[in-house]
């Protein structure tokens, strides 16, 4: 795939790097924050090859692109140099609601590291499954594996820190050292000694702050605020090195006695806050996020219950919440398989089977978008089916004591309570959702009906009257050379031009001599009227439609003048031209050249 075409067609179809504000991604998807979302073509993004899907959540415009989506995102920031944060952000008009605001917040701060995340989750899980095959836990490799698995989740606050300094647009150097300065080696000694420590005669209230993640976020969020304070009462020639130096003496201390035990507490309260949720009925519960789990990542909503598994092993040293949500995630895989089994069209056989692949590794999006919403019906299924393995989770209290993927590889996570029903869930699961969906699935019905799709036709007719021409005899090379599409072309002896198909008006220029069409089946056809018309500025032009209406084939769209045209020295000429050869397969039955037609006539047939 050339991710530097795939990349450019994005662009172009989002409205250019100005209408960018924000650009990240996260595992699987392309996130943008558009200035201005309705400059964004969904509809066409989602046409582009190697896009799964595109969803529109939480303020943001995501593409969907899978396990390869890190390639084109350092091919758009590299290649075709498009910044993470455009000088255009402060022209937004994309009013975000404070719900949205927080989900971007937590998307922002935990997409970049969630590879990251889930990879040293998938090593921890290695290695625990590695101890029951003879790895000893007091070798050299043990000590060295569990090093690096280990070292994301210690000094998760300083990983947080650069990504929320990002989002909050402070310096990303300065939000590090401030992270480093709670997990720093004497402040670790004096809460595991128990010293007493006192700044100035202020106590200081330890606490334990490797693998946190809420203190960092709101110490972040006040640096972003201090740090222009600071610098707008310093000259520009000191602020380099004074503002920094300032910055830390303000917020080392406050983070230690204020924003660190303040936020822990709330981390705390969090934790009993889900434990009191999740007690009150942990059967519903389970119900409850095993149905709507991959209804949230759809949404985008998932980030928020991110830093609360996070929180959850940090502060109370397990996790109860990522169990439940595990039958969810391997139903969808196993409704993709369902299709796999059921399906008889070669290609969707292998989309499928690579879909539930990705999905026992907790990758559901290409089962999600590629497969399961396509059919409706599986994705259903799979809901159906991560309810019922999240009720039999949550019955038997199963939990996870590291944060990793929701896949076969981290079982040895769920080791301990519950675990055999955490393994009977997840299986069942799977199975039930891939048994539902070859029964009920609605598989063979759905190829049945893509297989009429395929065989659609539009009948074209001629939006004016006049002589029938082919694209080749028109005095313009644009359209002669084949350059735009296939099409015909009309000497016209009147000035009405009628719709040549039923859609939507995609385009209608202010001068009135050009609009384009779309239909429900993708066919897209532009009608251009005279040749240099653009430059008669509108005159003799009637629009009769705006962009976004709905008509109906024979519609009057235009009023012109080809007698004005042609005062203006200009070509009159009528030009027909299907434009996305991609949506269709050939132009049949186009009637014969150099003859006499009335606008209505049937001229040609779209075949798909």
Partial sequence: MDYNVLGKSILDNIGGEENIQEFYHCATRLRFILNDPKKADKKKVETLKGVISVVESGGQFQVVIGNKVKDLYNVMTQ???????????????????????????????????????????????????ATFVGLQPDSGAYLILSAAADSLFYFLPIILAISAARKFKTDQFLAVVLAGALL?????????????????????????????????????????????????????SIQT????????????????????PIATYVGNALADGYLLIYKLS????????????????????????????????????????????????????????GVFLRSRDKQFKSLSFSAFITGLFGVTEPAIYGVNLRLKKPFIMGVISGAVGGAIIGAAGSRSTIFGTLSFVTFPAYFGKGFAAYAFSYFF??????VLTYFFGGVKEFEAEDTIAATDEANIISPVAGELLPLEKVADETFSSGAMGEGFAVRPTSGKIVAPIEGEITMVFPTGHALGIRNSQGFEVLIHIGIDTVSMKGEGFVKHVSEGDQIKQGDLLIDFDPEIIKKAGLDPTVIVVFTNRESYKNVANLSSFNQSINEGSEIATLTL
């Fill in 79 to 129: 290649d075709l140099n498009i910044s993470t944060e455009t000088a255009a952000a402060g022209k937004s008009q994309n009013k975000i609601s404070p719900l949205n605001r927080l989900i971007d917040l937590l998307s922002g701060t935990f997409a970049p590291a969630f590879g990251l995340l889930a990879g040293s989750g998938l090593l921890k899980g290695i290695i625990l499954l």
């Fill in 184 to 236: 720093h080696p004497t402040i670790v000694e004096a809460l595991n000694s128990g010293q007493a420590v006192n700044f100035f005669g202020i106590p200081v209230i330890l606490a334990n702050y490797s693998s946190s993640v809420i203190p960092i976020l709101f110490s972040v969020w006040i640096l972003s605020k201090v740090e222009p304070f600071v610098k707008r009462f310093l000259h520009e």
């Fill in 241 to 260: 090195f004074i503002a920094p130096m300032i910055c830390l003496v303000i917020m080392v201390p406050l983070t230690l006695i204020v924003v660190g």
């Fill in 282 to 337: 942990p059967i519903i519960s389970g119900i409850i996020i095993g149905a709507l789990w991959q209804v949230f990542v759809i949404f985008g909503l998932h980030w928020a219950f991110i830093p609360i598994m996070i929180n959850n092993i940090a502060n109370l040293g397990s996790d109860t919440l990522m169990a439940m949500c595990t039958p969810a995630v391997v139903a969808q895989a196993g409704a993709a398989l």
């Fill in 429 to 434: 699961s799977l199975v039930l959702a891939c």
